[in-house]
């Protein structure tokens, strides 16, 4: 069975770090891009973080530019997002996802999708 599985979340308070990872079974996943996603609550989910299969290349949003670095470990299957100087803001359940076609910041180029981690910063 494909699975992905988000660990890493908490409670934390602004101006805090946290390192999420997105674990991959079933398959590999090294010809596909890996993305972050997140969800606040009573808003759409949106585009965080993305990466390509080679690693080579990196995307982010820009309301978390400067503070959050996507990462993957091919040997491991395992994508890493290490999220630095949080927000309340962030607040919000976090997804990873794999796909192997389209836009690499669009929602409908992936696949394969984990459960979510959820991320509550404290003001």
């Known amino acids: 069975q494909v699975q992905l599985v988000e660990s890493g979340g908490g409670l934390v308070q602004a101006g805090d770090s946290l390192r999420l990872s997105c674990a991959a079974s079933?398959?590999?996943?090294?010809?596909?891009?890996m993305g972050w996603f997140r969800q606040a609550q009573g808003k759409e989910r949106e585009f965080v973080a993305a990466?390509?299969?080679?690693?080579?290349?990196?995307y982010n949003t820009g309301s978390v530019k400067g503070r959050f670095t996507i990462s993957r470990d091919n040997a491991k299957n395992t994508v890493y997002l290490q999220m630095n100087s949080l927000k309340p803001e962030d607040t919000a359940v976090y997804y990873c996802?794999?796909?192997?076609?389209?836009?690499?910041?669009?929602?409908?180029?992936?696949?394969?999708w984990g459960q979510g981690t959820q991320v509550i910063v404290s003001s």
């Open positions: 990466i390509s299969w080679s690693g080579y290349r990196t």
């Open positions: 079933g398959r590999s996943f090294t010809r596909d891009a």
């Open positions: 996802a794999a796909g192997d076609s389209g836009s690499i910041v669009a929602q409908s180029s992936y696949e394969f």
